[in-house]
């Protein structure tokens, strides 16, 4: 690099450094603004070496929490690994790294970790402590045993080894078959093997070389990258050795190509291409020409001018000379030539050909008018530009994408993310096929990881997507105290993934540590492995309160799903359509809550199958539920007719309800975690049935109805014997409802006994019979007090004396017990002593008694107003006293007749108008001559016992008659009393 060159980029560094504020240094950004000035990604690289090398120039890199771009600390950490020294303040950005999930970053940190070993005595510590929690000796061999704690021993290891802190005579690896190491181990090995080569320790030469003849021989899938890189890197490592690489490298070539011909899917393809992008770079360091890295492609002239194409951007990139210019390279070979009529090399021509294949992205139709094999070329297309995007302007990027509404706003979605959001939409193989730890571990938006999970199936991407989450959890647990990792997993039960994916990720958290911002841990272990035993229908304790909460929402859907009531579940459905309003878990929730909670209003909600995500945003599911869930409620308040036979076409209701709740259906199930959409299926599916069997039952009745005659034969036949008990309950209310919608009162107390008389041959263990026997105990109650109100006296009596109504009379209900006292009340109003002796009867064991005490109580006002009447003889009785004095005994017979007729007749007059329909007027009329002339004999006994005692306690005055005409003044003083006692009695009564 010129100095001229290195002074220009060394400005812009400093010119951002002087802009950043409070911010590190971002070398996403010193790059891009660089690039975009026309400086080579070589030259700009080289600077940053040399100006991080200083630990004043990284120490700010410390703070690194608030940084939520993987590319960015990936760079960070390739800068740290070139420099000489370390700042302390960054040993927390190594340890946390160097536990990453992701392979670039955790490889990078434990060289970092290696090298720092000797002079950081911090980060031995926590090496030294690392290795004896996982019972590794750090100074023996290790067996890897697909461990990635191992691997990241080994690599420090080594890295220390070659920075001369650790001595080992060879790679310090226990012996392991060939057939027991995975990829993720092979490709640390050979990583380890190019750092201790490039040390000059070529005593490893021997066995790895035969471990790459062993790898690339095999017919097992490529799918790492990291495993093509660190080949390739080896592979130039040992370039002194002659043609020999060449060909493990062609070999390795062929293995790809075997799977790019063989694949149909267009993510095979896309993983393919990527696969060859990164063999396409390590041939540019083996010394390999173009035609010779494109040798394999031959017959396949699009896929030929790719891997030329690929080719010289590596060398352009890296600053290789290839032979000819990097341009005229570009121009001459360039894949692009098949797929676009001219490909430009400049930026500014670039941008446009970039932004029309993002609108044929954002455009279905569009894209999918091409076969999957362009469709790969132009994905690739796609990702690799917005990887390598430095000489773009972010402004100008994000105005692109949301202009074609592949970025929706108030989102954090980065361009990349953009991209693989769309194409999960489009590609149902992305989320099946695409095997890629590195294009996966790039993304840099949290909510898009759930999306990649295949849906209830084993799929090789379940290591890969474990790694990239516990790597993404324990990342936002770090940096983002609005993190809520139980929302962030339920997203993954949402996708409904195998259990195998959670056992994975369970085994990655065992015996980890998360700590969250408020200094607690989060139990992501037993998160994982509660949702793992869920997933295989096995019974667990739920982590924490949120499962807790959940675990509770299923029980309630499935408690609802037993009830054999359809309406009682549609009112419960409806509930939980409405929800509570919760904005955060509580120990009470609903769908409603549930949704909310998991899908912001303003984002595509997460869906199970494909597309990963819904055409509706969660606010928009939540408006099409609110309007489903008014009519489904306004369909269930239809569905329960009154009465039979009056000509309502149930079927038409239950259909309306069946479309409305498989609408429902449609947007909630898809939205939901496994186990809650599960859940929630069942109530639905029982819903359905229950509805079904209740529209059969009611329609069948309700074709035979002709009038309630016929009804009471048909339930006297019990046609409801085979039905559920809820819907026999259902029935028997329109059933009486039905029987009792009668106008003529007679007919109807007729009707009621004719029904009370059914319920004798019904099963009184039944919860039918008991909606039956309450339904015609509600009617008894309103029947008698409408006879009451109406003084239909006959219809009291039957009501009170018919054995059709005993067991309505004698079922201990309080309702009914409470009525019998106001009938009895009622009857002793009506002067019926014996009608109120057989209520009493009925509410209890002392009946005579009572009932006589319960006379005399309701006339009390009568008998205080004798009192008085007896008393008004002193003031207003001279005339019948001076009578009785002289002895005239017909004049005094003859008042105390008047007296006592006047009574009888205000008597009678008053009971005669308190009975109506009292049977035929004989009767009636004898009814009331009885209750009149007893009540008349007992006013008449109270009136004369009252005066005879007034009499002798003013015998010694003489305001009384005395000698042989008392007994006339007594006669006398007994019939003007009365009278007068009893008119006001009865008026102060009834007034």
């Known amino acids: 690099m010129s100095s001229l060159k290195g002074n220009s980029i060394i400005e812009i560094i400093r010119r951002e450094d002087d802009n950043r504020g409070d911010s590190p240094l971002y070398l996403t950004r010193i790059i891009s603004t660089a690039m975009r000035k026309g400086h080579r990604h070589e030259d700009v690289w080289s600077a940053l070496c040399d100006y991080f090398s200083l630990p004043e120039n990284h120490r700010p890199w410390s703070d690194w929490t608030s940084v939520d771009s993987r590319e960015e600390i990936r760079l960070r950490l390739r800068v740290l690994l070139h420099t000489t020294e370390l700042d302390p303040s960054l040993n927390g950005f190594i340890r946390f790294f160097f536990r990453a999930s992701d392979p670039v970053l955790y490889q990078l940190s434990a060289q970092i970790l290696g090298r720092e070993l000797s002079v950081n005595g911090e980060l031995r510590d926590y090496f030294e402590s690392y290795c004896k929690k996982r019972s590794v000796d750090a100074v023996g061999s290790i067996p890897l045993k697909n461990l990635r704690a191992r691997r990241r021993i080994l690599l420090v290891i080594v890295s220390a080894t070659s920075a001369g802190n650790y001595k080992h005579p060879v790679l310090p690896v226990a012996e392991e078959s060939y057939e027991d190491l995975i990829d993720s181990d092979i490709s640390i090995l050979f990583s380890a093997a190019s750092i201790l080569i490039e040390s000059g320790d070529d005593r490893v030469r021997e066995y790895i070389t035969s471990l790459l003849k062993k790898r690339f021989d095999d017919e097992r899938p490529i799918r790492d990258r990291n495993l093509v890189r660190n080949a390739g890197i080896l592979l130039h490592k040992l370039s002194g050795t002659g043609n020999q690489q060449s060909g493990i490298y062609l070999r390795c070539l062929k293995g790809v190509m075997d799977q790019y011909q063989t694949s149909n899917a267009m993510a095979s393809k896309l993983q393919s291409l990527l696969l060859f992008d990164e063999l396409m770079e390590s041939s540019l360091y083996l010394g390999n020409t173009a035609d010779q890295a494109a040798s394999i492609a031959a017959g396949d002239p699009l896929l030929d001018t790719f891997l030329k194409s690929r080719f010289g951007y590596w060398a352009d990139r890296r600053g290789v000379s290839t032979g000819k210019t990097s341009e005229s390279y570009i121009d001459s070979a360039n894949f692009h030539e098949r797929l676009f009529p001219s490909f430009p090399t400049e930026i500014e021509q670039r941008y446009p050909l970039y932004a029309e294949e ?224 919760a904005e955060q878990v509580r120990d009470s929730l609903t769908i409603q809550d549930l949704k909310e909670i998991i899908h912001p209003s303003e984002t595509p909600s997460m869906q199970i199958g494909h597309p990963p995500f819904s055409d509706y945003s969660g606010e928009q599911i939540s408006d099409l539920l609110r309007r489903s869930t008014q009519m489904l409620e306004e369909r269930v308040k239809a569905s329960i007719p009154i009465t039979f036979g009056h000509s309502f076409q149930l079927s038409e209701t239950t259909q309306s309800i069946h479309r409305q709740l498989r609408r429902v259906e449609l947007l909630i199930e898809p939205v939901l975690g496994g186990s809650e959409s599960a859940a929630f299926r069942t109530l639905t599916k029982e819903i359905l049935s229950n509805q079904e069997s209740w529209n059969n039952a009611y329609t ?177 009785g001279d005339a019948w006293t001076d009578l009785a004095e002289m002895g005239d005994v017909g004049g005094v017979f003859l008042l105390f007749g008047i007296g006592v007729a006047a009574t009888f007749l205000y008597v009678w007059s008053d009971l005669k108008k308190k009975i109506k329909r009292i049977g035929t007027s004989l009767y009636r009329g004898a009814s009331i001559l009885g209750r009149v002339l007893a009540f008349l004999a007992i006013t008449l006994l109270y009136t004369f016992i009252v005066v005879v005692l007034f009499w002798y306690l003013f015998s010694e005055t003489d305001q009384v008659v005395q000698g042989e005409y008392a007994i006339l003044h007594i006669i006398s003083w007994t019939g003007f009393a009365l009278f007068i006692g009893v008119f006001l009695g009865l008026i102060g009564k009834d007034g």
């Open 700 to 876: 069948n009745i309700d074709k035979t109805f002709d009038g309630s005659a016929a009804l009471l034969d048909s339930l006297k036949g019990q046609p409801f014997s085979s039905l559920k008990e809820s819907s026999k309950k259902k029935l028997y209310q329109i059933a009486v409802h039905t029987l009792f919608r009668e106008d003529e009162k007679t007919r109807r107390i007729t009707l009621l006994k004719n029904a009370a008389s059914i319920s004798q041959d019904l099963s009184s263990n039944s919860a039918a019979s008991s909606i039956w026997k309450h339904e015609l105990t509600n009617i008894w109650i309103q029947y008698a007090d409408s006879a009451m109100e109406e003084n239909a006296e006959s219809d009291v009596v039957t009501l009170i004396r018919a054995p059709e109504f005993k067991s309505i009379r004698q079922n201990g209900d309080e309702h009914v017990i409470q009525k019998l006292n106001e009938i009895k009340k009622w009857c002793l109003g009506r002067y019926d002593f014996s009608h109120a002796y057989i209520c009493n009867r009925e509410t209890s064991k002392r009946s005579p008694l009572k009932t006589a005490s319960d006379y005399m109580g309701n006339f009390a006002g009568v008998w205080v107003a004798i009192l008085l009447g007896v008393i008004f003889m002193f003031d207003f």
């Open 358 to 581: 993002i609108r044929r992205l954002a455009d279905e139709p569009l894209w999918r008018v091409v076969n999957p094999d362009e469709r790969a070329f132009r994905a690739f297309f796609l990702i690799d530009t917005t990887i390598h995007s430095e000489e773009m302007d972010p402004l100008e990027l994000r105005r692109l994408f949301r202009s074609n509404k592949l970025s929706v706003e108030n989102t954090d979605l980065s361009p990349l993310a953009a991209i693989l959001k769309r194409l999960l939409m489009l590609e149902p193989s992305l989320s099946e096929e695409l095997i890629d730890p590195q294009l996966i571990h790039r993304l840099d938006s949290p909510g898009l990881l759930p999306a990649f999970l295949p849906t209830g199936r084993q799929s090789e991407l379940h290591p890969v997507l474990a790694d990239a989450f516990e790597h993404q959890v324990r990342f936002q647990l770090a940096s983002d105290p609005e993190f809520d990792p139980d929302i962030y997993l339920y997203l993954t039960t949402i996708r409904n993934p195998h259990s195998r994916f959670y056992r994975l990720l369970a085994e990655l958290t065992r015996d980890r540590e998360y700590p969250m911002q408020n200094g607690e841990l989060y139990p992501f272990y037993r998160v994982c492995t509660q949702l793992a035993n869920e997933q295989e229908g096995l019974q667990t304790e739920p982590a924490n309160p949120f499962w807790r909460a959940l675990s509770g929402l299923r029980n309630d859907l499935l408690e609802a799903a037993a009830n054999d009531d359809p309406f009682e579940q549609l009112q419960f459905l409806i509930h939980q359509l409405r929800g509570t309003g």
